[in-house]
């Protein structure tokens, strides 16, 4: 019996010919063909995503968010560049039929930042039986990180990114505010909370600091004190290494090595930053021990891209058991965002609710999976030659930009 297409096409991708054409549109047509096309309980145009409660994993929810199309959006634009025209019209098709979707998440009171939930009519944990109980009375408020996510996947004016990056401001660890659940000294850092909502708790996550601060890199945006604080925030994690031995502690809504070091990698990719990069060789071990302890495909993908954002040439990805591509891309298993309740509880609660995973949901997204491959493969297209060599980044000062 002769191995399948998609099996033949794995052992392709991750044996050392990553170039091949064929591959990246297979991955952009599944992309395509998982998109909503019709009215359903999917906005049309959106990426579809399902969560699974932690404690009851005996089947995933369809969740409506913007999160996963916002990140697939955005992650296309970036890779966009290095596709043929071919390619980069499949990419068109996908950004114009997803962006209409956001403006059910937008503020309702037609503010330029959004919710994880549907705005027009309140509700969180779609699908979620009692929990939706709390839709109107505790709907959760506008957040950091999909508010910049998507700002940036819409390729919104720079007016708008510099009226937004004053607002978030506003939203801070501060003395009239004070962060209760994170380590001890951390509570006097002036970083960013993941909510813009009043009544919520601070909320410190590092994966979402990365992202701002990659919005912030992004637009240009001049410094402002929160956002030095931010950077200070995740640099002293990362030298203490709290994000590898508390991982869900200090990034509660992303949770796992794999996915913090992807971000932090994506963070120093955009525009090296002199704080970082004396870091950056501690991060790369990190990575490297983690892809040898890792034995779920996609977690291997994104260490494999971080690796390639720091310069390093990374193994092959080899898997024993010949599956089909897929099989191997669409796992279940593979979690890039968590939603934890316990990340607004006060200490000691938080660490013991966390632990416990009382009020914590999993979100899988089968096309994101694909997007996340997708890049990797781009990816090392694009430095297929300077991965000879270690690649040297020239250090900006930001302050003097």
């Known amino acids: 019996m002769k191995p399948s297409i998609s099996v033949l096409l794995f052992f392709i991708l991750f044996k050392g010919y990553a170039n091949d054409s064929l591959s990246i549109t297979q991955l952009l047509n599944r992309i395509a063909q998982l998109q909503t096309k019709e009215p359903s309980i999917f906005p049309i145009g959106s990426i579809p995503s399902y969560r699974m409660y932690a404690l009851n994993k005996r089947r995933y929810k369809a969740d409506i968010n913007p999160f996963f199309t916002g990140l697939t959006i955005f992650t296309l634009h970036n890779i966009k560049e290095d596709l043929s025209l071919a390619q980069q019209k499949l990419v068109e098709k996908i950004i114009v039929g997803a962006v209409p979707s956001f403006e059910k998440f937008k503020n309702r009171k037609g503010?330029?930042?959004y919710n994880f939930w549907p705005t027009d009519t309140p509700k969180i944990f779609t699908n979620g039986g009692w929990l939706n109980w709390f839709n109107k009375q505790q709907s959760l408020p506008d957040d950091m990180d999909d508010t910049v996510i998507l700002l940036m996947a819409q390729q919104k004016s720079d007016s708008v990114a510099k009226f937004v990056h004053q607002l978030m401001q506003r939203y801070t660890n501060n003395e009239q505010k004070k962060i209760n659940n994170t380590f001890p000294e951390y509570k006097k850092?002036?970083?960013y909370s993941t909510w813009f909502g009043v009544k919520m708790p601070v909320d410190f996550d590092l994966c979402v600091l990365s992202n701002i601060l990659y919005f912030v890199q992004y637009y240009n945006l001049k410094?402002?004190?929160a956002d030095s604080a931010s950077l200070d925030l995740v640099t002293d994690i990362i030298a203490s290494r709290k994000h590898i031995t508390a991982a869900n502690y200090v990034s509660p809504h992303y949770a796992t090595v794999?996915?913090?070091?992807y971000h932090i990698s994506r963070l120093m990719w955009l525009k090296p930053i002199p704080e970082l990069e004396k870091l950056k060789p501690q991060l790369?071990?990190?990575?490297?021990q983690a892809l040898t302890e890792s034995h779920n495909f996609m977690d291997q993908v994104i260490l494999s891209t971080a690796l390639m954002r720091w310069g390093i040439k990374p193994?092959?990805?080899i898997q024993k058991k010949a599956v089909s591509l897929p099989e191997l891309v669409e796992n279940e298993d593979f979690c890039f965002f968590i939603a934890s309740m316990a990340s607004m509880l006060p200490n000691p609660y938080k660490k013991w609710v966390t632990t416990t995973k009382a009020g914590t949901f999993y979100y899988y997204s089968p096309?994101?999976?694909n997007v996340l491959l997708l890049e990797n493969i781009a990816l090392r297209n694009k430095l297929e030659l300077s991965l000879s060599t270690l690649y040297q980044p020239i250090i900006y000062d930001r302050k003097n930009e």
Do not use: K, Q
């Open 315 to 317: 193994p092959d990805i």
């Open 284 to 288: 790369i071990e990190d990575a490297r």
């Open 367 to 369: 096309a994101y999976n």
């Open 111 to 113: 503010r330029d930042t």
């Open 258 to 261: 794999p996915n913090i070091l």
């Open 189 to 191: 850092i002036g970083a």
């Open 223 to 225: 410094w402002t004190a």
